[in-house]
């Protein structure tokens, strides 16, 4: 069987008085029913645009799309805008950021997701408040029947969060898209949310894209992860992949550049130098060059001139892009866990290694 | 809610009742500190070369003599129930509300103030309709279409409009539509009871004339909280649900751009119902803005007081109705 969502060499381009912006340039991807997907990546990458493109939010703006996105076998690039907007809530939906700022704030919650489930389906508000008090009761908000007629402000964050995810869920949707659903709550909360989105989709049985630059976040939730870096794909594979034997630099800056609970303590965390790049001037070559610490590695130029194609490596599935030889990699990324991520019997020769900036710099 | 409107009654109640001190002091209580005293202050009372036993008759009618917190109980006395003169031999009777007579017909002020309301009153009810329609419907136009050729034009337009004043518009609107293509010949004002036909008929220039400044304003207004609310996260939300884009605008982008609006139309309503001074005096309209040209001109103390104190009370309302019906329209107001 097909998997549910098809994407397609995709990009999105913005034209702007300052030149073009690649948001998103050239991305493939493909999500089975049941599976979760993690998009990490900056601030920048591409992910929000990425999936308010599979949403079709892209409409009315300046946006130029290409490629294609299957849902089902449909392709939404190309279908008309009132179609996407039937599919949009009903059988594809999405979470937000910010809670507070998206949902109306003159509206109750309840008529916001009364709102959500009759735009699709055909039935009496007295029906449909029923379903939204039976959805707030299922994301888990204490008397429904009473926080239904209550107003946006009248909820905490995570409250409010559950409430967003009743409305995505109000149509039982194939696809649910979280974009950075945690990013805006308290830390004691966000895993709270996570679960919650866990055990809904094991209910309803939907493909989740969960959007993120957060690694925790894709670790708890995710089959498999996209790393998007410039708008394209740096590496893609199974979380045992990436977390496990991960095959790009940009991959191993990410996950050094985050606490462990199985790293010492006073292990330093080592930052990606540089920000991310200006998405109308693309690096030439492999767009995270400036930044990458491997380039003499690969040695030559290659790196600021040819673009590294996606490219499977030893497991089948996971796949970068980088220049870097299979056997280069393999050592590389050995050499940096060794720094940082020691056992735990070495721990505390480890620390001292970490702590000095040759332990960290590539030979 | 109930509450909500309980305490917004009484702080208008006491809003009112400052804003009569504040009149008050001004009439009363500044001349005095100024240094004038009761008997001059008399002499305003009486008219073009008084005898002193005149000025010190009205002195003792009006009570200037008596101290200053007795003359505003009585002041107030006056609005709120009415009040008697004691002319010597007879005693006359100022019925609620009194407002003092006038220095030039010697004519209670209350009721020529009531004759010249409708006037104000058709007025600024029909232009603020004209322009409340016209420039919503243009703001949210413009903002739909930002960039086109629509919006650049009706800016422009509305850039003009807040900038043109009422006597340059009113007269060139006269000058085409009265006299070179005579569509409204004769414009003057004709009560509604008497001819509702030539009373709509007169009044379409003034209204035009007076919509057209604030209609220019509102599109400004409108258009931008239109702009700045169809960048809202909750209008990606409800893009995201899948509600038709007529919907999202109506139902989620207006409905949120609109209330501020509200706001602003209920302080501009209020105000010009104290008197449209200019467009009254353009098109000849005898309004309270003309009543208080004209009050101003004579230095007619009681009807420049009345007209003032009606004008703060008609901003005072307009404010209270406004909070009331802003805590319906936005639930974060309420608690």
Redesign the interface.
Known sequence: MAPLLEVEDLRIHFRTDDGLVRAVDGISFGLERGRTLGIVGESGSGKSVTSMGI?G?HQ?TKAEITGHIRLDGEDLVTATPNRV??????KM??I?Q?PL??????Y?VGDQII??YR??NKVSKQVARKHAVDLLGRVGIPTPQTRVDD?P??FSGGMRQRA?IA??LSCDPELLIADEPTTALDVTVQAQILDLISTLQSEFGSAVIIITHDLGVVAELSDDILVMYAGRVAEYGSAADIFGRPDHPYTWGLLSSMPRMDRAKTARLVPIPGTPPSLIRVPSGCPFHPRCRYTEVVGGRRCETEVPPLREAVTPGHAAACHLTTEQRTRQWADLSAATIPDNDKAPEAEEQAGEPEAREPV | MIFFIIRRLILTVFLLLLVSAITFAIFFLVPRLAGQTSYELAAQYVGRNPIPSAIKAVEIKLGLNAPVYLQYGRFIKGIVAGVHYNNGPDVSYCPFPCFGYSFRNQEPVWPQLISDAPVTLSLAIGASVLWLIGGVSIGVLSALRRGSIFDRFSMGIALAGVSLPVFFTGLIALELFSYKWPIFPDVHYVAITANPLLWARNLVLPWVTLAFLYAALYARLTRAGMLETMGEDYIRTARAKGLPERKVIVKHGMRAALTPIVTIFGLDLGLLLGGAILTETTFSFPGLGQFTIEAIQNQDLPEIQGVVLLAAFFIVIANMIVDILYAVVDPRVRF
């Open positions: 949403m939010l009315g907007r039937e599919l949009r809530g009903s939906a999405m937000f910010d700022s998206s949902m109306h704030p003159y109750t709102e959500a735009v699709h107003y402000h009248q967003m409305m995505a």
